[in-house]
């Protein structure tokens, strides 16, 4: 049994079937035809944070696969009512086939997957955000082709989404140049992540612009993660310098590529003429979170089917 728990988890060999796979699903999608390889299976989703994307993504996918869902959150279920997550894995993963969480500490994630009967896959911690970066590189493949040997530019926090750019960045052979403002650095501990090595494969700008030059994808992602809500006013002056804007991807290659996880704050992290130019592919991104995770869920369930 497999969890996906960080980016880590699969090998490259496996990243290549998933992204071979979301394309024929795609395909499949896009054509009215019926793919139901998970009937009778059930998909359990917990959220203790907000979602938009990852819940329609998963609970629609789930759907299409022939299979059902149940969605939990905190305020719903016993969860928020202190019951230990060992006892909620215990439970849970007796009734369903795969679970998928939305929490905050990895711990915790790594905790109900070590008592859960069933798969477990990270809709998103405080530490990594692996489903939105398989997205974002099956997007990019799309788009550009391979990512191998390619640069990305990370503006912005050293956050779930940068740490989790960093592991694919190890494992599939592309680079990061990544600009974080003082005292918001990645934590390279998360960023190799367990089992894994940073083998060179990243650099630090202190300037955003240095960092986007010559990139093939720039990409950024909110100044306040859900969980840090506090820290709001204090982050808006630390990121003032770390916005997107049409200046930083001049400095990138004339075909680079825009991206963000969503959702965005316009004349926050991104000038609004990048996020909806031409360069920007957010939607294709956003879709895209369906038909990877179908894939995904597939493969933990029922492992190569071709
Ligand atoms: N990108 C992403 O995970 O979006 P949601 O928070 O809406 O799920
Ligand atoms: N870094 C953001 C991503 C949201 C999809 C957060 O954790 O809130």
């Keep these: 049994m497999k969890h996906y728990l ?19 699903i795609k395909k499949k999608f896009k054509a009215y035809e019926k793919h139901h390889p998970l009937v009778d299976r059930t998909l359990a989703m917990i959220f203790e944070k907000a979602s938009t994307r990852t819940r329609v993504s998963f609970e629609a996918g789930m759907y299409q696969l022939g299979g059902s869902v149940v969605h939990l959150t905190t305020g719903d279920s016993q969860l928020g009512r202190a019951e230990p997550i060992e006892d909620s894995a215990k439970v849970i993963s007796r009734m369903v086939d795969l679970v998928m969480i939305r ?10 997957a070590a008592n859960s009967r069933v798969p477990v896959i ?17 997007t990019f493949i799309e788009h550009r082709g391979s990512i191998q040997g390619k640069t990305v530019a990370w503006v912005g926090d050293g956050n779930n989404m940068a740490n989790t750019w ?5 494992l599939l052979g592309f680079k990061v140049h990544v600009s974080t403002p003082r005292g918001y650095e990645i934590d390279e501990k ?31 992602d909110v100044w306040t993660s859900m ?23 001049a400095a990138a290659k004339p075909d680079a590529l825009f991206m963000h996880c969503l959702p965005a704050h316009r004349g926050e992290e991104v000038e609004a003429d990048v996020i909806d130019g031409p360069q920007s592919v957010v939607w294709d991104e956003a879709e895209n979170r369906m038909h990877v995770q179908k894939a995904l869920m597939e493969y933990l369930l029922l492992g190569r089917v071709a």
Excluded at 6 to 24: G, K, S
């Design 190 to 220: 998360l960023a190799v992540g367990a089992g894994g090595t940073s083998a060179g494969s990243y650099q630090f700008f202190s300037d955003p612009l240095e960092a986007c030059r010559g990139a093939d994808l720039v990409t950024t």
């Design 166 to 170: 960093l592991q694919a960045a190890a």
């Design 103 to 112: 929490t905050y500490e990895q711990t915790k994630i790594e905790d109900f």
């Design 122 to 138: 990270n809709g998103l911690t405080n530490e990594y955000h692996p489903c939105q970066i398989l997205a974002d590189i099956f």
């Design 6 to 24: 960080q980016f880590n988890d699969l090998t490259a060999d496996e990243y290549a079937y998933l992204f071979e796979r979301a394309a024929l």
């Design 227 to 249: 969980g840090y809500e506090a820290e709001n006013e204090e982050r808006k002056k630390a990121f003032a310098d770390w916005c997107v804007d049409a200046e930083m991807m």
